[in-house]
């Protein structure tokens, strides 16, 4: 088995859709069903209105880039092997907004604004990430 | 609203020497600040009612003796004191204490507040402090995942704020040499030589927008402050520092669920804080400005109404902000030169804040001060903090 050696998300008991989305490649998010409010990060009530009647939704997958860096120097540790590595906050189209990295390009072809598309990587059998390398 | 107007006084400071000092202990450096600042006060130690240490990072241990009411027994004020309570909001403790205290005192729950501080970041264990930096305030199911990290912060706002207002790096790095200029006429201050934007620039490319001499160094440090009522300070030896507004707004935990990372609460506090004070940011004399990294001065003199939209940058390189400049700013020399005590950095911030309005800076010294505004952001940038202090009452 691939040995992951970076840090793995900790999950919340109300977020494990959103990892069994991203196993199957699909990214979800919450839809509150009262007020209809996208909620993300998965929240355990609604951050809006605070219903418990979440219901989750397949995102198209794409955004933009809201901002990022390229990291050169004073990585986590476990993130050496991978620097120069981009982390970006990436905006959905349906409005909401994620830390993740961008892949797929050299670090110094990502911009603000640039469209991105989803991509999965899986890190372990239970853990797949979603990251964005730029759209078409 | 502003009940507390005319009624809350600040009226003596201490402060010790920010740096490492590894045989300092941490216990040593918050009593040498509140003997300082009882000293400064002019006041008996027996009238303090109400002990406030904020948190301290290095040490657990440590930190518990704060809230376990360590200082009370120090300090010999053992049956005297009513209340010793933490108030701790990271790097906003400053404003976070001082606004707690000018509540309590304009309530009559308290009379007289030590508020205190001490870390020791610079002289712990350096990879310790690297771990717990790197993820404190990063959601770990989220963020961390990604290798972002809470020295990230600055860059991921750099960026986005260059983009949309045409700032240069240049620019944003001018904001360093400003506060080295201050430090270097700061005897409390750890980095205390002049540096140029080149020499600014051309350290290690740590992340995209950001460079070595562009982050803030871990120090050891302690400061304190006394908060009395308006009525008592006119016996006591300092010119009183009034609080004469507040305004605050905490907009994310995580970095990416903010919604302008351009911004942050600035322009929000300061309307509050400016209506509570009835000021308007020409009659601000100096801009005490929470730094951490040096696009947050940039966000801040904008939000605040120093800058308009996109020419904090510019401001800042044509040297306004330096001594003899039209807006002083972070005269002490901020995290960016006088060191990160973690908390501490910006109760430093507010001390030199206090210190100025007293006229009591030395060298640095901002001549006929009489209104200072003090920022203060915690975490991750999490919450934008302002407090308007004036030397007269209102």
């Not at chain 2, 303090?48 to 657990?60: A, N, S, W």
Request: aromatic share 8%.
């Amino acid at each position: 088995m691939m040995d992951y050696k970076k840090p793995l998300p900790k999950m919340s008991p109300w977020s494990a859709p959103f990892w069994d989305g991203c196993r199957r490649h699909e990214l979800l998010i919450q839809k509150c069903q009262d007020c209809e409010a996208f909620n993300f990060y998965p929240k355990m009530y609604c951050a809006n209105c605070l219903s418990s009647n979440l219901d989750w939704v397949k995102t198209s997958g794409l955004g933009k880039v809201y901002t990022h860096m390229t990291v050169y120097a004073y990585q986590p540790t476990e993130f050496t092997d991978d620097v120069p590595y981009v982390v970006a906050i990436v905006e959905l189209d349906e409005g909401v907004r994620m830390m993740t990295n961008v892949v797929g390009c050299p670090p110094d072809e990502v911009q603000c604004e640039m469209r991105v598309k989803v991509v999965f990587e899986k890190a372990t059998d239970e853990i797949t990430l979603a990251k964005f390398k730029p759209a078409g | 609203m502003a009940e507390f107007k005319g009624k809350v006084a600040i009226v003596g400071f201490g402060e010790v020497p920010t740096g490492k000092f590894p045989n300092r202990p941490c216990l040593a450096s918050a009593l040498e600040s509140c003997r300082q600042a009882i000293l400064d006060s002019g006041i008996q130690k027996d009238e303090i009612d109400t002990i406030m240490p904020t948190g301290t990072f290095y040490d657990r241990r440590y930190n518990t003796d704060m809230v376990f009411s360590k200082l009370v027994e120090e300090l010999g004020l053992l049956g005297k004191v009513k209340t010793n309570m933490q108030v701790f909001a990271g790097g906003s403790s400053s404003s976070a204490m001082l606004k707690t205290a000018t509540g309590l005192i304009t309530a009559g729950l308290a009379k007289t507040i030590l508020c205190v501080q001490s870390d020791k970041t610079g002289s712990a264990p350096v990879q310790e402090m690297i771990d717990l930096f790197a993820t404190f305030g990063i959601p770990e199911e989220w963020e961390t995942p990604y290798g972002f990290f809470m020295g990230g912060c600055g860059s991921m706002s750099a960026t986005r704020y260059m983009h949309e207002t045409g700032t240069t790096h240049e620019q944003i790095a001018s904001v360093v040499v400003s506060m080295r200029k201050w430090a270097a006429l700061n005897p409390n201050a750890m980095l205390r030589r002049e540096l140029t934007v080149e020499e600014v620039l051309s350290s290690k490319l740590v992340a995209t927008n950001q460079t070595t001499r562009e982050g803030n160094v871990l120090a050891d440090g302690g400061a304190a402050f006394i908060v009395t009522t308006a009525e008592r300070a006119k016996d006591l030896r300092n010119p009183p520092v009034y609080p004469l507004g507040f305004g605050g707004r905490v907009c994310h935990y995580g970095v990416s669920q903010d919604k302008d990372l351009t911004r942050l609460g600035f322009p929000e506090a300061a309307k509050e804080a400016y209506a509570m004070a009835g000021i308007t940011a020409k009659d601000i004399d100096i801009a005490e400005i929470y730094d951490g990294y040096p696009i947050y001065p940039l966000i801040t003199l904008e939000g605040l109404g120093i800058c308009e939209r996109g020419e904090a940058g510019h401001f800042v390189l044509e040297r306004n902000t330096w001594p003899g400049g039209k807006m002083p700013m972070t005269t002490n020399g901020g995290m960016l030169a006088q060191g990160h005590t973690a908390a501490g950095g910006g109760v430093a911030v507010l001390v030199e804040a206090i210190r100025q309005l007293m006229g009591k800076a030395g060298e640095r010294q901002v001549k006929g001060a009489k209104i200072a505004v003090e920022t203060s952001m915690g975490g991750t940038f999490m919450d934008s903090h302002v407090v308007v202090l004036g030397r007269e009452l209102p």
